[in-house]
């Protein structure tokens, strides 16, 4: 795809266009043609929140999806989806109408402390697994999170009876994920600037317990923010575990804004990722720095030259 050939329409183009065929608000701004997410190596997952800051204020879940729809996007993220109540139903039809999948929601265990590091609240995080799944089938969602929980100044577990706890709270739904098609993945969160406390911060601890608990429903969900602060080896560390990442995040450093804003030399990174055959979502979750529709341009623009 050459994207210097790409031209652009107006705003007042498309929001006509859109308009008469029924489909986004007039007020967004220009979208490319040829729905340019779609024709990429990867799978992008936009924010959904990025997608309503392109949008008038009081837009549905519907107009959004439809805006991603019009930018080739072939998912949204949003963590909190299977807990809106409010919008679940809204959710679900404009992703079945748009044919636009949610990417992933959260699954079991918070940025708290214990979690999955207490075996006294695995009663409770299986429930909320249960409900997860429940909720990921209804939007046709095959991803959800697990956290594994923070530790705290009197804890007296120490890191391998932590390390145990988890797998044996993983070990204790995998079954529930296998049965009903839902993988959960493992998100290493950074302790020096953004979780002080959170206990799974690391690849190798990730990769650990993905194969203690042996099971293709469980996967780490690999930050790429994160693990740039907690041990950068980015390019290496995808490569090396790739069988065992089933879903990924993206965001810049210093930041936490759009590729191309910090250090991470992004474009370098999603082609090692496309190399080793990844067929996850990469997704969006992040601020922006100039408008969420400049940080969307930002983006596509790490696949020039070569997607």
């Not at 979208?31 to 009081?58: M, Q, T």
């Not at 910090?262 to 996850?280: Q, R, S």
């Amino acid at each position: 795809m050459d994207m210097k050939r790409r031209s652009f329409l107006t705003a007042a183009a498309v929001g006509a266009g859109a308009m008469a065929a029924g489909g986004i608000p007039s007020a967004m701004a220009a979208v490319p043609e040829g729905r340019p997410f779609a024709h990429l190596p990867l799978k992008i997952s936009c924010s959904y929140n990025w997608l309503r800051d392109c949008l008038p204020r009081r837009s549905t879940p519907m107009d959004i999806f439809k805006l991603a729809a019009e930018w080739g996007f072939p998912a949204v993220e949003h963590l909190g989806a299977g807990g809106d109540r409010r919008n679940y139903d809204a959710f679900v039809e404009a992703s079945q109408e748009t044919g636009v999948k949610w990417s992933c929601i959260m699954g079991a265990g918070r940025i708290t402390q214990g979690e999955m590091l207490d075996v006294s609240q695995h009663d409770r995080l299986e429930e909320q697994c249960r409900e997860a799944i429940e909720q990921a089938k209804g939007l046709g969602c095959k991803y959800i999170v697990g956290l594994t929980g923070e530790t705290h100044s009197e804890w007296t577990i120490t890191y391998d009876k932590c390390a145990q706890n988890v797998i044996k709270f993983l070990r204790r739904v995998k079954g529930m994920l296998e049965d009903n098609g839902i993988v959960m993945v493992l998100e290493t969160l950074n302790q020096l600037r953004d979780h002080q406390n959170f206990w799974l911060t690391t690849t190798d601890q990730a990769q650990m317990i993905v194969l203690a608990v042996d099971s293709p429903n469980v996967k780490q969900l690999y930050d790429i923010y994160h693990q740039q602060i907690s041990e950068g080896n980015l390019i290496p560390n995808i490569q090396n575990n790739i069988d065992g990442i089933a879903h990924m995040h993206i965001g810049d450093h210093p930041g936490r804004n759009q590729p191309g804003t910090g250090e991470i030399n992004y474009p370098n990174v999603f082609k090692a990722v496309a190399e080793t055959g990844y067929d996850g979502y990469l997704a969006v979750e992040c601020g922006h720095t100039d408008g969420a529709e400049n940080a969307i341009r930002d983006l596509l623009k790490c696949f020039d030259g070569w997607a």
